[in-house]
């Protein structure tokens, strides 16, 4: 018994899979620009195959990762800077933002009387929340009370509108200094009136003690008077004191009725600027009171024509501003808290211990040799402060198991907080410049992934400093998640505006060492999402220099694949076209992209087939890649094994069979074409399922009735 053998024809005998010879294994694969040249880019393929199987590996995996990451995380940007031009002022490209600072203007640092028109202005926007008569029992019998709560969060109205519920008697309200030490609080109680010190000065060293709240209630009841001292859930009390309630302000719907009262608007525009789309956007970031009197006041100017929906929609964008501002402003405020504000601008939306653990990294950073405190801010408080929250994440793709996220209330906030700090705070840079550096190549994936967004933010703001101290260092390294690392940064750069210079990098790595070819080719097929043509040209020039290294091969032939099925298809199939009618490098490299392409799916259907079933140019495209791959020795047992499949599918959706007739037809040009589909039709995989064979059968009928 003989075996049927697959038909031959002449042009099997020649293999084409080099028309180009390889360089020796001598050859030099550096950076033709030493300015551009790292250290590891002079390793050779034998020095860095240690880890090619591991690292190829999770750099596949890792590609969805990021596109997914991507378009949450920069999706917050946009509003922030926009498409920014190099040279903008300092809130991005043209646009000009003017910085309120709502809802402080009647603060008072020193010791005196609240005018009675202040009083007023704030009972009227005044609101009670469930719990304002327990308070203001509390202080009947106490006579003071301690209120809890992160700054803005509306202490101080409360304050007020306790203070005048608290009886009937008309008193005047004094302000005292913040800076009074805790044992002489009741050195500076004045006869029937109530006093309000707002973020009492107290620290480890001299904390507030029960003993001093009462020697100052037995001022108080002496002088009948009350008190309310207001701190931030950072302050250093004693445990258990009696007089303390953690201070919770009212629903920002509520605050924000209130304060668009006193606008005198009719109702029915009042409850329009209520359930506008923007205003429920930004009631859902959580803002602080204080922020919601500042977009009250830009309501009112909307529901009164001297604003626009867009002004609307941009205050959070302001509010976030704002709040970067205020945080690194205070200049007694903890560095520690800074870096891990900074932290979370970076990995927002990642559980609280991988940011806490990282912003500690850089805090070490910012102080090198300072002791780190280990019982430092608690959990809680430290997110009030940062106007963050945690939220349960049904993300299950990170390299860690927690399932409960932290995130910024306003999304707004975390491009807010990194433009800030690099442009406020240059000596902050190179300490951030460092950590992220750190946090790109050690971390897991997703902070890495974070990090190279991170990067490629601060590069659409500054390019030159993290072109060549960060983005260099990674993609001249030897290992390829560093090298992912500068190739998604470049792609987040490019998509905040930063194009222009994006392009000139990539076309310089393009002539450099390995290590950067690589970096390029790996960009290449992160901006092929964006429609950017330029990602098809610099695979096409790096595909034409011959390399001896197998990770860039191997990285080539995906990334070439990947455009098949990219918003580029279409020019990357007419590429792809004219590289098979070449004598060269290229010519391989099309036919084995088209194979890898071949074998992916969309619902069942090969996608190349869903990409070209109703365009003809499309359609001609597809069986001339088909003849190619197929007549191709290099690449045919590939080629044969993903036609098969295609086969295989046309089980479970019929559609496939009828475009699979068509194919085939169209393919079996010559003869030897035609016989060479029908053994292949003939002689299924073993393990093909039984009705794939019927599919074949009513392939090959058809191409016999042609």
Not at 357 to 370: N, S, V
Request: with cysteine; net charge negative; hydrophobic share 40%.
């Amino acid at each position: 018994m003989t075996t049927e053998a697959p038909p031959t024809d002449a042009a099997e005998s020649e293999h084409t899979r080099s028309e180009t010879p390889k360089p020796s294994p001598n050859e030099s694969d550096t950076d033709v620009k030493g300015s551009d040249q790292g250290p590891e880019d002079e390793q050779s393929a034998e020095q860095t195959k240690d880890k090619t199987a591991d690292d190829e590996a999770e750099a596949q995996e890792a590609l969805n990762d990021f596109r997914r990451q991507a378009r949450e995380y920069l999706a917050n940007s946009a509003n922030v800077i926009g498409k920014a031009e190099f040279g903008g002022d300092a809130v991005g490209g043209n646009k000009t933002v003017t910085y309120n600072y709502y809802g402080f203007s009647h603060r008072r640092s020193n010791s005196g009387p609240m005018p009675a028109s202040s009083v007023t202005s704030l009972l009227q926007r005044f609101v009670r929340t469930s719990d304002h008569d327990e308070l203001v029992q509390r202080l009947r019998e106490d006579r003071v009370l301690v209120l809890c709560g992160p700054k803005a969060s509306g202490r101080r109205t409360a304050s007020i509108g306790i203070l005048t519920d608290v009886d009937q008697v008309p008193r005047p309200v004094h302000v005292l200094s913040p800076k009074i030490q805790p044992d002489h609080l009741a050195d500076h109680v004045i006869n029937r009136a109530h006093h309000l010190i707002l973020d009492l000065s107290i620290n480890a060293d001299d904390p507030l003690r029960q003993h001093h709240l009462h020697t100052l209630r037995e001022k108080l009841k002496d002088s009948d008077g009350y008190a309310i001292i207001t701190i931030d859930p950072r302050a250093a009390v004693e445990a258990a004191l009696t007089e303390q309630y953690e201070w919770h302000p009212p629903a920002g719907g509520d605050i924000l009725r209130a304060h668009l009262d006193t606008y005198r608007l009719d109702q029915s525009y009042l409850e329009l600027g209520l359930n506008l789309e923007e205003t429920r956007t930004y009631l859902e970031t959580q803002p602080a009171p204080q922020e919601i009197v500042g977009y009250a006041r830009r309501l009112a100017d909307y529901l009164h024509g001297q604003a626009t929906l867009h002004d609307l929609a941009d205050y959070r964008v302001t509010a976030a501003e704002n709040h970067a501002r205020r945080a690194f402003a205070d200049a007694n405020g903890s560095l520690r808290e800074k870096a891990f504000l900074i932290a979370l601008a970076v990995l927002d939306r990642l559980p609280y211990p991988t940011i806490a653990e990282a912003g500690d990294d850089l805090y070490r950073t910012f102080e090198e040799h300072r002791s780190l405190s280990i019982f430092g801010t608690s959990h809680s408080a430290r997110l009030d402060w940062a106007r963050a929250y945690e939220t349960d994440s049904i993300d299950t793709d990170h390299d860690f198991a927690l399932n409960t996220v932290t995130a910024f209330r306003n999304p707004a906030t975390w491009p807010a907080v990194l433009r800030h700090v690099w442009l406020e705070h240059p000596t902050a840079r190179d300490p951030i410049r460092r950590w992220l550096r750190d946090l790109g190549a050690t971390a897991p994936r997703a902070s890495r992934v974070r990090a190279a967004l991170a990067a490629g933010f601060l590069a659409s703001i500054d390019f030159p400093s993290i072109a060549n101290s960060l983005l260099g260092q990674w993609a001249g390294s030897k290992q390829l998640g560093q090298r992912q690392v500068a190739a998604w940064a470049l792609f987040a750069a490019t998509e905040q505006g930063a194009k222009t210079k994006v392009d000139e990098v990539l076309k310089r790595w393009a002539e450099g060492g390995v290590a950067r070819r690589w970096t390029v080719v790996h960009t290449a097929d992160a901006l092929a999402d964006l429609s950017d043509e330029s990602a098809i040209s610099l695979i096409s020039e790096i595909a034409e220099m011959p390399t001896t290294d197998p990770q860039l091969e191997r990285e080539l032939e995906r990334a070439a694949a990947r455009l098949l099925i990219s918003p580029l298809a279409s020019q990357a199939r007419n590429t792809l076209v004219g590289w098979s009618r070449e004598r060269g490098p290229r010519r391989e490299l099309a036919h084995r992209a088209f194979t890898i392409a071949a074998g992916e799916q969309t619902d069942g259907r090969p996608t190349l087939l869903n990409h070209s079933a109703l365009d003809q140019q499309a359609w001609a495209a597809l069986t001339t890649l088909w003849r190619a791959a197929l007549n191709d020795p290099a690449v045919r047992g590939d080629a044969r094994d993903r036609l098969t499949d295609w086969v295989t599918l046309g089980v479970e959706e019929d559609s496939v069979v009828s475009e699979l007739q068509r194919l085939f037809a169209d393919l079996a040009v010559s003869s030897n074409e035609r016989a060479r589909l029908d053994y292949l039709l003939r002689h299924l995989p073993a393990d093909a399922p039984p009705d794939a064979r019927l599919v074949a059968d009513r392939i090959r009928n058809h191409l016999l009735e042609q």
